[in-house]
Every structure is written in structure tokens, then in C-alpha cells.
């Protein structure tokens, strides 16, 4: 258990629709990331935020966005969702902003129909 | 522009033989690396990683890699494989100042009797 805690497991919606994903860090842990897995794309790093700000962005859609609470707990939000973005979603902390390792959620399964 | 490569997409040893997954990255600045390790179903756990020292890195389940700068890698090694090592492995890089980790495509590790 990497102390990550990704809340849902799974995930099934339609086009269309819009979902939320939750993370919770490590305790201690200020840094949060998300990455996208699929198929075609690999592990894919979305965005960064660390203590709040965002901190790095990779190739996140402009249809999804993210943000990180006071208590440090993470969302991302995905918008008008499409059959493309069916993808395993990670969650993965860090306690500072660099040079830091990466702990990992064990996903979140969003299927979308 | 940035890139890990992973040449062995799928690999299968016999178990009790030793094992050694490529790992090769192009950056133009001081990389760290990890590896990590996803079985089924699960999320990705850390093996091991390098930020600097000696190149010759010790990692969890009895994995070592050895960063090697004039080649650019960072291969995973074990001596004797056990059946529980069967998953799928990453390497990933990053850059000091960079939190975007750049992830190879994987290698599926599959061990047989």
C-alpha cells in the first residue's frame, strides 16, 4: 500500500458526460501528479500541483482540469468526455517539489461508452 | 526533445535465471531515473532510483540498476528471477527543475516454470 488513496476504482459514463477523480496523498506528502495510462499513449504526466499551486503541466486537455485543496487532497475533473479518453488515470505524491520520488494511487478505471 | 526508450516490449525468462530490462533516455540536461514496476490491476510501484552518487543503485525485491552515462542508460538487473516478479516495468526520467516524468512504454516480464 503506497498510502495514495484514489477513490473510484472504476468508472463507467457516457460521451458527453463529466466525472470527477479524487485523490488523496501520502500524509506529509505536498506534491500531487497525475498521469493518464492507455493503450496507445502510454503513461502519459497530466499536471502537478504542490501545496495548492500548480506547479507543471504536461499534456492535459483543455477539456480537463485539476486542483488541489487546503487539505491537499487532489481532483481532476474530465469534461465532455469521449471514447478516447477511456485510460487508467493515476494519482502519484511526492513530498516536496523536486528531486523527490513518486508515490502512486492504484488508479482510477474510467470506461467511457 | 526528451525521450525514454524501452526496446524490449516483452520478455520471458524462466524462473532462477537472471534478468536484465533495457532502459535508454535521451536528455539534453542531468537526468534522475526510477524504475518502477505495475502488476495487474495494480499501480506502479518504485524499485529503485538514481539522483546522483554512485551509479550502481540497490532497489527493493532484490533489483539493482547502473546508471551509465556514456551510454545513456539505466538497465534493471536481478540475479534470480521468482515467479512474483511477473509484471510490467517502467523507467522513468526526469530533469532537475522538471517534474514532468517521462515514461518508457514498458516491458512485460513474463516468468515460466
Known amino acids: 500500500d503506497s498510502g495514495v488513496t484514489q477513490t473510484p476504482k472504476h468508472l463507467i459514463t457516457a460521451t458527453g458526460q463529466r466525472v470527477t477523480l479524487r485523490c488523496s496523498p501520502r500524509?506529509?506528502?505536498?506534491?500531487v501528479y497525475w498521469y493518464q495510462q492507455s493503450l496507445d499513449q502510454g503513461l502519459q504526466f497530466l499536471i502537478q500541483?504542490?501545496?495548492?499551486?500548480?506547479?507543471a503541466k504536461g499534456n492535459i486537455l483543455e477539456r480537463f482540469s485539476a486542483q488541489q485543496f487546503p487539505d491537499l487532497h487532489s481532483e481532476l475533473n474530465l469534461s465532455s468526455l469521449e471514447l478516447g479518453d477511456s485510460a487508467l488515470y493515476f494519482c502519484?505524491?511526492?513530498?516536496?517539489?523536486?528531486?523527490?520520488?513518486?508515490?502512486f494511487g492504484q488508479g482510477t478505471r474510467l470506461t467511457v461508452v | 526533445a526528451q525521450s525514454v526508450t524501452q526496446p524490449d516490449i516483452h520478455i520471458t525468462v524462466s524462473e532462477g535465471a537472471s534478468l536484465e530490462l533495457r532502459c535508454n533516455y535521451s536528455?539534453?540536461?542531468?537526468?534522475?531515473l526510477f524504475w518502477y514496476v505495475q502488476s495487474p490491476g495494480q499501480g506502479l510501484q518504485l524499485l529503485l532510483k538514481?539522483?546522483?552518487?554512485?551509479?550502481l543503485v540497490q532497489g527493493i525485491k532484490g533489483f539493482e540498476a547502473e546508471f551509465k552515462r556514456s551510454q545513456s542508460s539505466f538497465n534493471l538487473r536481478k540475479p534470480s528471477v521468482h515467479w512474483s516478479d511477473a509484471a510490467e516495468y517502467f523507467c522513468?526520467?526526469?530533469?532537475?527543475?522538471?517534474?514532468?516524468?517521462?515514461f518508457g512504454t514498458g516491458t512485460r516480464l513474463t516468468i515460466i516454470p
Open positions: 500524509s506529509g506528502d505536498l506534491s
Open positions: 538514481y539522483f546522483s552518487g554512485d551509479t
Open positions: 536528455y539534453g540536461a542531468t537526468p534522475y
Open positions: 502519484a505524491s511526492s513530498v516536496g517539489p523536486e528531486r523527490s520520488e513518486a508515490f
Open positions: 522513468a526520467v526526469g530533469v532537475f527543475g522538471n517534474e514532468k516524468l517521462t
Open positions: 500541483y504542490y501545496n495548492g499551486e500548480e506547479r
